[in-house]
T-cell receptor, first 111, second 114 residues
């Protein structure tokens, strides 16, 4: 079965600094990967997804992720974060007919 | 506006009591899902339904039950057999093109035990 591992449970960063949230997936013939964001006391929203094609995927709010098959990774990046990016971020992989989520990374942006 | 509505926002359960969490969507989505969220454990799938009158167990179905009598509705019952029900419960649905398009989430229900 497919799975994802988010290596960092919390990532503190100062405003306007770059950030990378790490995600590794279990190897498979084909893989569909997603990043979702959850703001406090809310449901999740899709940030971006990789289905095929270009390995660099651009999403909403200035985020991007790079699919790296050799390293089985799908890390999320943003060159300059804002206070409003403070949230929980989930990496997910498509498994048959459902999504399997990672354990989440809490991004805390400080002024 | 189209979307997913979960109710109530907060729910309290007494020992030995069954409680039902509501999830309604007006997005015309065929597939609906229930996830449980615990701190440090991410989201775990409880049940999902690809079509009316059909549903499948997820990874942690024990102590829960669902029904899918209407396309718009996918209620979750937390039974007394679920010994640790305190969690944040999220309902989701996916587009007619399937899960590779997007999951739409409700705003969640926080269930606590009295």
């Amino acid at each position: 079965a497919q799975s994802v591992t988010q290596l960092d449970s919390q990532v503190p960063v100062f405003e306007e600094a770059p950030v990378e949230l790490r995600c590794n997936y279990s190897s498979s013939v084909s893989v569909y990967l997603f990043w979702y964001v959850q703001y406090p006391n809310q449901g999740l929203q899709l940030l971006l997804k990789y289905l095929s094609g270009s390995t660099l995927v651009k999403g909403i709010n200035g985020f991007e992720a790079e699919f790296n098959k050799s390293q089985t990774s799908f890390h999320l990046r943003k060159p300059s974060v804002h206070i409003s990016d403070t949230a929980e971020y989930f990496c997910a992989v498509h498994n048959t007919d459902k999504l399997i989520f990672g354990t989440g990374t809490r991004l805390q942006v400080f002024p | 506006d189209g979307g997913i509505t979960q109710s109530p926002k907060y729910l309290f359960r007494k020992e030995g009591q069954n409680v039902t969490l509501s999830c309604e969507q007006n997005l015309n989505h065929d597939a609906m899902y229930w996830y449980r969220q615990d701190p440090g454990q991410g989201l775990r799938l409880i049940y999902y339904s690809q079509i009316v009158n059909d549903f499948q167990k997820g990874d942690i179905a024990e102590g829960y039950s669902v029904s899918r009598e209407k396309k718009e509705s996918f209620p979750l019952t937390v039974t007394s057999a679920q010994k640790n029900p305190t969690a944040f419960y999220l309902c989701a649905s996916s587009t007619p093109h399937g899960i590779n398009e997007k999951l739409f989430f409700g705003s969640g229900t926080q269930l606590s035990v009295l």
